[in-house]
């Protein structure tokens, strides 16, 4: 969890606020999955992951992970490539530029960070390799090759297939001096017409002259992933065969025709090449290849979880990685050992669905429920949906009892005993639920379903012949509101038109008592919410609107296209279509604060919401972040104690978020001058709540700030030389 740290000084007498750390406190919980890995040659036992959880670290000797993110500052939560140097790691993401990690600082800077395509602002280019190389950091990606000013990050030269490259798809560097070799391929996706593009590319370092090299022109034969130096020869690992490159003939020689089959990772040490790739029987293998006869010296089969993994290599260990599955072994036995990550990673990268109290959360990730502890901050353990295409849609907490929604039926889990205990709607693709005392309500692909919970008997309403729509309407929120139930609802109209609206059905009989319909452009425009707020209900949406329950009219409310929104008390948490999470005052209407990957949230594609009176959580594609809602419980129950603290200390101010009043706590370990002072976001001077001389003890200062705004708010303590800030949310 990052703690609010600040760098405060004076320019041209403006207060302002430099954060060193992102300044929110987030505690977030991610997938491994694998895509690079990299030996420490600079720390003894140390290996870097780039993957969908960002970067992680591994520490053999103390058997330890860590991982950074985008509270660090990451551009982009999945990690696509890793390069490790003595101060910092270069870490490639995809679809997110480029970033360097300090890691003494425990920070990210991002660079590369244009758009990648014109049609996409949001889509930065996905980094597949990057070598720095004294002044100049050269980077593979998706869209083309480029050289990067080490000291300033700049972009200094540009190169794509109009320049000359064989492909824009950069997958692997060697460097001999003179010129560097890029082991390119396509990747994009082809049906009909398989790719005929990539290859080798050679481009001089000084002329920038640009020349490529192709094996033939059958489809995937010139798909290169992998390529290594090896003076007069380069190694190249793709399309086909294992292949040796004489940089001389400019020409291509199969290493070990018949043996090794479709290879696409290479690698060397002092003595041996290393392979990995299929076998004549198909089954994959890493083979290991004398450097200087060209002799098969020994080739095992690769674990079972290990199909197109990825390689590192030391003295004397080898490690083996894909996905969340990492192997060891002593390259002179070549019998791996499985590193077991423990509870350390979700065990996949997409979340759906997130559920809880102050203590737990329970999150979908894929095909699995995880149960998160909150106080200690760490995955306690998993368990798989027990049917086959399992995917978690979404899941509702209900006293001992967990209802998940997933693509093969809704399934009942008993969260004391930790076991599954029955399953309804077998084969359907439930999407939430809804529970009353009698009713579990559930969205189906084939409509409402509403099951008894003592007899499970189960009655299905079907929106589609009313509607008149083509399919089954999705059914995207349900509100059970006394005898009636509403339900949000999209799909097409006869096939062509995209609609949605609302539906008031009898909770007895599940006739429809009313509905509505609005034409929208695209289904980004379609209700997802609706919540009920007693004469009406607030809708998301194009916008977010009241609804009249009397007539099904429309009154626009907060001028903001969202999908799912969740109210707590007067903080309404709305997700903004792929652009993160915003928070709202309900009353007003005015946004509070806004979330996304920028400022420590993991992924700007949000599936869900929950909200305690400690944290929100959200489940996302990159995994589950969870926002400390400070104030709540950071009051320690010692501050209005009698007595001489040991620390000078500023505390939390309580309540927070407060209207219109707070306490803001402190302590003094000895007399000394205090000066305690409030400022808005643009660190622009708001009051001062004291400035004296105090003795040491614990004192209280109350801020009314009826007469602001409502937003965030920081109050600054400066005693004995010292500094120390905190943040503070008030909501009118």
């Given amino acids: 969890m990052k703690r609010i740290v600040f760098l405060w000084f004076i320019v041209s007498g403006v207060l302002c606020i430099s954060h060193s750390q992102e300044d929110l406190e987030w505690s977030n919980y991610i997938a491994l999955a694998g895509r690079s890995i990299a030996m420490d040659p600079f720390r003894d036992g140390v290996i870097w992951i780039a993957g969908s959880g960002g ?163 059958q489809p995937y034969a010139n798909s290169f992933v992998s390529v290594v130096d090896e003076g007069e020869y380069l190694l190249v690992a793709g399309g086909r065969n294992l292949l040796l490159f004489s940089k001389k003939h400019e020409k291509f020689f199969p290493v070990l025709k018949d043996i090794i089959h479709s290879p696409h990772i290479v690698l060397k040490d002092e003595k041996d090449i290393w392979c990995i790739g299929r076998s004549e029987e198909t089954n994959n293998y890493l083979f290991r290849i004398d450097r200087v006869t060209g002799r098969m010296k020994e ?83 998993a368990w798989n949906i027990p049917v086959s295409n399992g995917t978690i849609r979404g899941m509702t907490l209900e006293g001992n009892y967990l209802w998940v929604g997933t693509n093969n039926g809704l399934h009942q889990f008993d969260i004391r005993n930790f076991v599954f205990k029955n399953t309804y709607l077998s084969s359907h693709r439930v999407h939430f639920t809804v529970i009353d005392e009698q009713y579990v ?29 083509f399919g089954e309407p999705r059914i995207s929120d349900i509100v059970l509101d006394g005898d009636v139930v509403w339900l949000s609802y999209s799909g097409r109209e006869s096939g062509a038109w995209i609609i949605t609206g609302i539906v008031k059905l009898d909770r007895t009989t599940l006739g429809t008592l009313a509905k509505s319909k609005y034409d929208i452009a695209d289904y980004t425009e379609a209700i997802e919410t609706i919540i009920d707020r007693g004469d009406y209900l607030l809708a998301s949406g194009k916008q977010i609107s009241r609804i009249s329950k009397d007539n099904l009219t ?33 009353e007003t209407g005015d946004e509070i604060l806004s979330l996304n990957e920028s400022n420590g949230l993991l992924h700007n594609r949000v599936t869900d919401i929950f909200v305690s009176d400690q944290y929100a959580s959200f489940s996302t594609y990159g995994g589950i972040s969870s926002l400390h809602l400070p104030g709540i419980t950071d009051v320690p129950d010692d501050i209005w104690k009698s007595g001489v603290p040991t620390t000078l200390s500023l505390h939390q101010n309580y309540p927070n978020p407060f209207n219109p009043s707070t306490n803001i706590a402190f302590s003094l370990p000895s007399a000394m001058h205090v000066k305690l002072a409030i400022y808005d976001q643009l660190g622009r001077h708001i009051t001062t709540l004291v400035d004296r001389y105090l003795e040491a003890g614990f004192y209280n200062e109350t801020f009314d700030a009826g007469y ?9 303590l400066e005693a004995g030389g010292m500094s120390k800030v905190r943040k503070m949310l008030y909501v009118r």
């Avoid at 990067?148 to 064989?166: H, I, K, N, S």
């Avoid at 759906?352 to 353990?381: Q, T």
């Avoid at 084939?446 to 589609?464: E, W």
């Fill in 55 to 217: 970067l992680s670290r591994f520490d053999s000797h103390s058997d330890s992970w860590q991982s950074y993110t985008t509270a660090e500052g990451l551009s982009r939560t999945w990690g696509r490539s890793v390069f490790v140097d003595k101060d910092f790691i270069w870490v490639g993401t995809e679809s997110g530029g480029a970033n360097l990690f300090d890691i003494k600082n425990e920070h990210f800077t991002p660079f590369l960070q244009f758009p990648a395509y014109q049609h996409d602002s949001d889509v930065r280019p996905t980094v597949n390799v990057i070598y720095p190389e004294g002044e100049i950091i050269w980077v593979g990606t998706d869209n083309g090759f480029f050289a990067v000013d080490a000291a300033t990050l700049d972009t200094l030269r540009t190169f794509t297939m109009a320049d000359g490259l064989g492909e824009n798809y950069i997958f692997s560097i060697a460097d001999d001096g003179e010129y560097l070799w890029l082991a390119t391929a396509f990747g994009g996706f082809y049906t009909m017409h398989p790719p005929l593009t990539g290859g080798l590319t050679r481009l001089n370092k000084s002329t920038y002259e640009i020349k490529n090299f192709r094996v033939a022109d």
């Fill in 441 to 469: 309500w559930a969205s189906s692909h084939l409509g409402l379903y509403r099951i008894d919970k003592a007899t499970g008997q189960k009655i299905n309403k079907r929106l589609s012949p009313e509607l008149n729509t």
């Fill in 299 to 381: 080739s095992v089969p690769l674990p079972q979880n290990i199909s197109r993994g990825r390689i590192a290599v030391d003295e004397s260990l080898i490690y083996l990685m894909q996905d969340n599955h990492i192997y060891v072994s002593s390259k002179e036995a070549l019998e791996f050992k499985q590193i077991h990550t423990g509870n350390h990673f979700l065990p996949g990268r997409f979340c759906y669905a997130v559920n809880g109290d102050n203590n737990r959360l329970f999150a979908g990730s894929d095909d699995s429920i995880v149960l998160i502890d909150k106080l200690e901050e760490s995955i306690i353990n």
């Fill in 708 to 716: 602001l705004s409502s937003g965030v708010y920081f109050y600054r």
């Fill in 554 to 586: 429309v009154e626009p409310f907060i001028d903001q296209k969202v999908g799912k929104m969740v109210l707590n008390e007067s903080n309404l948490w709305a997700i903004k279509r792929s652009q993160g999470v915003i928070l709202f005052d309900i």
